[in-house]
């Protein structure tokens, strides 16, 4: 193999990678970009739907389709998780930030804690007929253990897309970051669509999740490896950017495998943070995002 094929599989990896990371960073785009809900949790939420595809997988379920499947209880599970935030502080006047941070890693270690008292600590893997193949492609080679989730992250990206732009409860849910006072005087509960929006970040947990399991094994403490990426996805993208954030996360899956073939994989952690400063030092709104 040629430095240029090296060259060309490295960037492919991270363009696959980072399309993955766009699956598991999507709710909080939501939540976070357009809610302004400060969901430390969301991390700990996808890894709870990597179990959750895990443990249909043991019943001989097929990733794909268990994701599919904990679609409807994880967009359940968001809205009753809403509720509770919204009964906890909205109805009492504006959430505090630091208060919405305890409410949320709090919840993230009790998520932890069930995972581990269910499944144990162990690492936890998934089996499927095109998990451990791999796909030519010229000079590149392609696992499709990396590929069959990489099309998860663009795929719901464009679902997404689609929702909030042509249909009247996404039409809502952007509106309802704006001006929640007009939602109000149009005769709309700001409230049923937050609980909505909410529900919808949350079942994208499961993407998420079942992408992670694919390209390895998770743990219940897997979460905390993701806080500090998708947080840097979403506010690089600019808060709320859909497409912005699967942009900025392929962008970023290649800038970590770049520096972990090249330089020191001990340095790809720190990626994501140092692609931070340096775009909200030149567009402080993000890269995708607008001055408000």
């Known amino acids: 193999m040629t430095q240029f094929d090296l060259f060309m599989n490295v960037v492919a990896t991270g363009v696959l990678l ?8 999507l709710g909080l785009a939501i939540t976070f970009g357009i809610l302004h809900i400060p969901n430390i949790a969301h991390p700990a939420l996808v890894i709870m739907g990597g179990y959750f595809v895990v443990h249909a997988n043991r019943f001989g379920v097929d990733p794909l389709i268990a994701a ?34 305890t409410l949320f890693f709090g919840l993230s270690l009790v998520i932890e804690i069930i995972l ?18 791999s796909l030519r492609f010229g000079p590149l080679t ?27 409860s996404g039409t809502a849910i952007r509106a309802v970051a704006h001006d ?39 743990d219940p403490f897997s979460g905390r490896f993701q806080i500090g990426r998708v947080f840097a996805i979403v506010v690089l993208a600019g808060m709320g950017s859909i497409p912005g954030t699967l942009v900025v996360a392929i962008g970023l899956g290649i800038a970590e495998t770049l520096i972990a073939s090249y330089l020191n994989p001990a340095w790809s952690p720190g990626v994501a943070f140092a692609m931070l400063l340096g775009a909200l030092a030149l567009r402080p709104q993000g890269l995708f995002g607008t001055v408000r």
């Open 18 to 25: 980072g399309s993955v990371y766009a699956a598991v960073a």
């Open 180 to 218: 929640e006072r007009a939602l109000s005087i149009a005769g709309l509960d700001p409230a049923a669509i937050k609980r909505q929006a909410f529900g919808l970040a949350t079942a994208t947990a499961v993407i998420g999740g079942a992408a992670l399991a694919m390209i390895g094994p998770i």
């Open 116 to 133: 581990v008292l269910a499944y144990g600590s162990e690492l936890k893997s998934l089996t499927a007929p095109y998990i451990g193949s």
């Open 142 to 168: 392609i696992p499709s253990r990396l590929l069959v989730p990489a099309i998860l992250g663009p795929a719901t990206v464009g679902a997404l897309w689609l929702y909030f732009r042509y249909t009247n």
């Open 68 to 101: 599919l499947v904990g679609l409807v209880p994880f967009y359940l599970l968001g809205m009753l998780l809403y509720s509770f935030y919204a009964n906890t502080f909205e109805r009492r006047g504006r959430a505090d930030v630091l208060q919405s941070l």
